[in-house]
């Protein structure tokens, strides 16, 4: 990626230099146009805002790292002693899993393969509890939250 992106000319001849079909040969000047482009927006980005965009940049990795790190936390204070990294990929996994599945339906799909792959690390008996502690932290919490906030915005507009 880091060559695509540093060096996009040379990396554009050697591909054209290999690529014998000729249909796919015509697209990678248009593909390396546009690499072109989301480069200069990227540089673009970071130097007009660049203290903001590393800002934006911490606290995505924080808020990964705590989403990541809820799995272990919860496990721990149900009172199950599990290994973090164990819990933290499982929570990984997870994480991902959801992110693609479609929307209508999705809420139902997340506990379901909550459940599935936290048997792999909790105990039966433990799943329904930690999925209700999960998703509630993970999901419900800052949509209570956000609500609060909706209502008070609402209040002050009117």
Do not use: M
């Amino acid at each position: 990626f880091l060559i695509i992106f540093f060096v996009p000319a040379k990396f554009e001849k050697f591909l054209i230099g290999i690529i014998k079909k000729e249909s796919w040969r015509i697209k990678i000047p248009k593909i390396f146009n546009s690499l072109e482009d989301f480069k200069h927006i990227i540089f673009n980005f970071f130097r007009r805002g660049g203290k903001n965009a590393l800002i934006a940049v911490i606290l995505t990795y924080v808020s990964l790292a705590a989403n990541f790190l809820l799995a272990p936390a919860i496990l721990y204070t149900i009172g199950l002693k599990t290994s973090l990294i164990d819990a933290t990929i499982v929570q990984f996994i997870l994480t991902y899993i959801i992110a693609f599945t479609p929307t209508p339906g999705a809420s139902g799909a997340a506990e379901l393969a909550g459940a599935a792959l936290f048997s792999t690390i909790c105990p039966k008996a433990y799943i329904p509890v930690y999925i209700v502690y999960w998703r509630f932290f993970s999901n419900y919490l800052f949509s209570i939250i956000g609500a609060f906030f909706l209502i008070d915005f609402i209040r002050k507009d009117i």
